[in-house]
Structures are given as structure tokens and as C-alpha cells.
DNA sequence: TTCGGATATCGATGAACTTCGATACAGAGT
DNA sequence: ACTCTGTATCGAAGTTCATCGATATCCGAA
């Protein structure tokens, strides 16, 4: 269980949450779902903190022992966040030595704010 | 209290989110607090197919009696969801005759969807 | 004024979530 | 092999949340 190759639990990123704005025609329940999702996991003041951090820091990159102190909570609090935001598609993990460094998915926060565009649709 | 002017509890939606999107530099506690607060409001499958529906109603508009039946959820229910959506900031209210008739507030999506965008900071 | 229909609020219940301390695990150095 | 350090997982405690039935409120019609 030590490798496993990280089955998310969210189905393939790009598949059902593709295309159709949230405002030109009602949505379907599982689309709702799907993007209820990944909202949830951006929706908590310190994850959102988390993915600024890493985008912003140097290299686009950090680990867990400088996201520690910033968010002022304790590591297992933290990293437990980070699995949050892995599984929603929004990080990603790499593992250098003891370290391990959490970056951003490129497309992953453009494609939501695709989605809550309104004058994409109208 | 039947015309009280709708004292929002989440202060004036473009004050303390307006410019810096995620992606350009760590974000304060309060603006994540604030966004949290919004992306909570939308990270529900229920409410965004309200918010949806709502948008893709005739006239952009739609009472509560159009909207209990496409969620299939009790009729407190989908007002309570209304409500949330309301203090977030979404939608607005218009009593008319018996009938309460809910539409998008035009720039709040926009806004979110803007704050998300990595393109825009990089 | 009384009735009926549309909506909002209340109180309760069960599930999900955030957080922590304790602990397990993995890699690097001695 | 042993230890130290960084990280992940586990179990528990407290809080928040979604949902419902019952009830209150509001408004138009008779």
C-alpha cells in the first residue's frame, strides 16, 4: 500500500465538467455533483490559503514544512488538507527525500473559473 | 418585517475580494475567509442546480414553486438552499403576490469565477 | 373576515467536516 | 542497525450542515 498509484476518487478531470457554462442551461445532477466536488474542496479558508501559498511561492512548489507555520495549524491538520485538495485535482505531490513538494495543476483552477463564468455564456 | 431591506451578512461583496486572484501572491486570512464563506454558499449540487436553473429560466427569473420539483427535495428545503444563496450573495428576491421570484445577482459568478483564474495573475 | 395557497421559519436528526494528539512510516545520516 | 526528521494515517471530539415534518406568516380571493 505504500505505492499506490493514486486512484482519485473523482473520475477523469476533464470528462463530464467540460464545456457547458453554469448559466446557459440548467445542469445536470451528476454534473452538479461533480462540480459540487471540487468546489467543497476549495471551499475552506485554509485550503484556499494552501493553493495561494504554493502558487505562489518560489517554483510554483512547496512542502508541507512551510505550509506548516503560515496557516498556523497543526502538520496531520495540514496534511490532511493537502490529500483534500490532491484528490480534488487542484495538487499535485512529489515526493524529494523526507520532503514532499504539493504544486499546482495547471489547468485545474482555470477550468472551475471557466465553469462559474457567466459572460461566457451570455 | 415583511420589507426589510436585506441586511447581508457577508459585508459588501466587492470591498474586500475585488482585485488579486488566487494565483498571484498568498492571500490574507480574512480574503480567504470571505471566499471560503462564497465558495461554500455554491459548493452544494443542490444549489447549483438552483443557481443554474434560475439562470436558465424564462426571464432569468424563477419562483420556488418552479424549482422544488426539478431538485426533488421538500419545499423548506429548497428555500432554506435559496436562503444561503441569497446571504452569499447570488440571488436576489422579488415577492410578487404570493410568489417569491429569485434571480441571479449579475456580477456575483463573474467575480467568483474571476478570483479563480490563473491565467489572469501569471 | 374567512379561506386557501405559496413561502419562510423552527426544531430535530443523522451525516459530514475540521481539528487534534498519538502513532506509524519512510528516507538520510551516523 | 539505530536514530532523527519529515510526512501520512488513525481515532476521537466538537462543530457544522443538509434534510425533513410541523408550523407560522403573508397575500389574494371569495
Not at 40 to 60: H, N, Q, Y
Not at 91 to 101: D, E, I, V
Request: glycine share 4%; charged share 20%.
Amino acid at each position: 500500500m505504500t505505492t499506490t498509484p493514486q486512484l482519485l476518487p473523482m473520475a477523469e478531470p476533464a470528462a463530464a465538467m467540460c464545456c457547458a457554462p453554469l448559466t446557459r442551461e440548467a445542469i445536470a445532477a451528476d454534473q452538479a455533483d461533480l462540480l459540487a466536488r471540487k468546489l467543497k474542496a476549495l471551499a475552506d479558508p485554509t485550503r484556499l490559503r494552501l493553493v495561494s501559498i504554493v502558487a505562489a511561492s518560489d517554483g510554483e512548489e512547496a512542502c508541507v514544512c512551510d505550509l506548516i507555520e503560515p496557516v498556523g495549524l497543526s502538520q496531520p491538520t495540514v496534511s490532511h488538507h493537502l490529500k483534500i485538495l490532491m484528490e480534488a485535482g487542484f495538487l499535485t505531490r512529489s515526493k524529494r527525500g523526507t520532503w514532499a513538494y504539493y504544486r499546482l495543476v495547471p489547468g485545474a483552477l482555470g477550468e472551475l473559473s471557466h465553469l462559474l463564468d457567466v459572460t461566457a455564456s451570455r
